[in-house]
């Protein structure tokens, strides 16, 4: 918190590094939610992890949504056994949807050239993402762009000028995302200084815009 502080920022959404190999995504929610609780000081917001791929999904939504007062959910398909083309993810989007929640799916943890050869995660096929009038989807971590309309941020993007491009390509869906304690906060605001871009609605405006809109 005292790096998030120093840096200037306000509001972050927070995940769980847990979720993607974790076999009870309940407990996991619940701890994610009691110490944004405990240690965010009003900065952190916790986005629960719900898996499709299991039969009580529903439950996971509905704690995250009710119990917890969580705005999203965040996805890891990759690790989890489920595609975007599959019937359940589709039915989980839906149900985000009528929840009013944003859904965030991370494309991926860890690079491909850096993955164990015995620990290998493909990044989500996001070409599959179907389309589903008032969904909010926000992709983490993709290195390649994302589908028109689609909101992304800009953690894993690492070519030249790639965030001035990238911002370019997807006026108004580009937004600030660090991957820190995983990556160097330092990085990215590096990234955008360095991009020339109005650095607001990247910030800022961008991401409050697509949060409100869920609601």
């Known amino acids: 918190m005292e790096k998030l502080r120093g840096a200037g920022v306000t509001r972050a959404w927070a995940g769980s590094f847990e979720a993607p190999l974790a076999d009870d995504l309940s407990d ?6 009691a110490d944004c609780r405990r240690f965010g000081a009003g ?7 719900v898996n499709p791929a299991l039969a009580d999904w529903r439950e996971d939504l509905r704690r995250c949504a009710e119990d917890h007062k969580m705005r999203g959910i965040r996805l890891h398909p990759n ?3 489920y595609a975007l083309a599959d019937a359940s993810f589709r039915d989980l989007l ?7 929640m944003l859904v965030q799916i991370a494309v991926q ?11 290998r995660a493909k990044p989500v096929d996001i070409a599959a993402l179907p389309k589903l009038p008032g969904a909010r989807v926000q992709l ?6 994302a589908p028109a309309g689609i909101a992304t941020d800009f953690a894993m993007v690492e070519a030249v000028h790639g965030l001035r491009d990238l911002a370019g390509a997807l006026p108004g869906r580009v937004m600030f995302g660090s991957y820190y304690p995983c990556f160097y906060f330092e990085a990215a605001v590096l990234k955008l ?12 405006e961008n991401a409050l815009r697509l949060l409100e809109a869920a609601r």
Do not use: W
């Open 193 to 204: 200084k360095e991009s020339g871009i109005d650095r607001k609605p990247i910030e800022t």
């Open 79 to 81: 690790y989890h056994g």
């Open 94 to 100: 839906a149900a985000a949807t009528e929840r009013h």
């Open 43 to 49: 900065v952190l917001l916790p986005f629960g992890c």
């Open 140 to 145: 983490l971590n993709a290195s390649r762009p």
């Open 28 to 33: 996991v929610n619940a701890r994610l939610a």
């Open 109 to 119: 943890m860890q690079d491909e050239r850096t993955q164990h050869p015995l620990v």
